[in-house]
């Protein structure tokens, strides 16, 4: 093996990082495992192959030694003494809790976990709430109501019976978990499963609760009342800190969330705080100018328009849009201006439009006669 390039055995090229080393043997080692290949000679020697270039690229002092001279056995030892899994010189087995418990069902020996009967915070939940546009601009507060799980007060969360409480298991005295050595071509492992008795709870509830049948948890419909602050749109999410699920063995409530989607309105069209509507004119009031009517979200406001007016224009009313969610001041409303040009005429129109192209200077080139032409031939 001390002629073999270790890198190659690992898949990497050389000068590969301390993560990708690793990474690389993860997967080789899940992939290679004697306890996967039974009876597989090959496998089992490519696993002793990955498991040393593994040795020698996670030890600074024997990389350093093989990246230079392409080998560290200067004294026939092999890498470092290679013996298996149980003698290896320098593995750091820590490396390995995920590993192991891929195919033996648990931890490797010496790895910690979650004590079976520690407080354990309770799962978050979700709630949708539909909003009108003015609700959403102004503010509202709404009830709501939700399901959850619930302690259950007869036995307290327990899952005992009143007057009983449960009793530790014996077989795994109370951790949740049991050891198990395994031995192998490679050594004798020794991981942690779940214990089979209770099912890894640590403790056995010998007389359940009738009220919640043992779990400890009953489903329970509350009303909440929500305060939905003003200026808020679809996408925002309102955070209700311990209104989840209840925890376990003394464990926090988990939190709610209301996520908020906003019906869109039919007169203005909402960009963040801003707000937007169009108006339309005719072309006289464009030209000569007008005072009109705007609709905002606090209701109807007059407007000077200009004369002269362009259509396309968009005037801005400062301070008329949405109000800045846990902020000071508001958005603004822009209004932009549609002149409308007639489709149809009546004569008098027609004749007074005639008149303004004259007055303009404009040409008539329809071949009609103009009001001024009329009422010269009028009078002659």
Do not use: W
């Amino acid at each position: 093996m001390a002629k073999k390039d270790y890198y190659e055995v690992l898949g990497l090229q050389k000068g590969a990082s301390d993560d990708e080393i690793k990474k690389a043997f993860r997967k080789l080692a899940i992939k290679y495992h004697p306890d996967k290949n039974q009876g597989d000679k090959e496998a089992e020697e490519k696993f002793k192959e990955i498991n040393e270039a593994y040795q020698v690229l996670t030890d600074p002092q024997k990389k350093a030694q093989y990246d230079q001279f392409g080998t560290t056995d200067f004294n026939g030892g092999g890498a470092g003494g290679y013996g298996g899994f149980g003698g290896a010189d320098g593995f750091d087995f820590s490396d390995l809790g995920d590993i192991f418990g891929s195919f033996f069902g648990g931890g490797f020996s010496g790895q910690g976990g979650r004590r079976p009967n520690g407080p354990e915070r309770g799962n978050d939940m979700e709630y949708t709430i539909t909003l009108s546009f003015e609700d959403a601009v102004f503010g509202v507060e709404k009830e709501i109501s939700i399901t959850r799980n619930e302690n259950c007060e007869k036995c307290n969360g327990t899952g005992a019976k009143a007057g009983t409480s449960p009793k530790t298991c014996d077989k795994c005295h109370g951790s949740g978990q049991i050891r198990v050595q395994r031995n192998t071509p490679l050594g004798s492992f020794v991981t942690q499963t779940t214990c089979d008795k209770c099912g890894g709870k640590g403790k056995i509830i010998t007389d359940p609760c009738g009220s919640c049948h043992g779990t400890g948890k009953v489903r329970k419909n509350r009303k909440i009342t929500v305060k939905i602050p003003a200026g808020v749109d679809t996408g925002n999410v309102i955070p209700l800190r311990g209104h989840g699920e209840h925890g376990k063995n003394g464990g926090p409530a988990g939190d709610l969330y209301i996520n908020l989607r906003v019906t869109p309105s039919k007169t203005f069209k909402r960009e963040g705080f801003d707000v937007y509507i169009d108006t339309h004119l005719s072309f006289a009031k464009a030209t000569l100018g007008t005072e009109i009517k705007v609709p905002t979200v606090d209701g109807d406001v007059k407007y000077t328009v200009p004369e002269g007016t362009q259509p396309g224009t968009r005037f801005r009313l400062k301070g008329k849009g949405i109000p800045r969610v846990n902020g000071s001041g508001r958005g603004d409303q822009y209004v932009r201006v549609i002149v409308d040009v007639p489709k149809t005429l009546n004569e008098k129109q027609r004749d007074a439009l005639h008149l303004f192209m004259e007055a303009s200077g404009e040409a008539n080139e329809d071949g009609k006669k103009s009001f001024v032409d009329k009422l010269k031939h009028g009078f002659k």
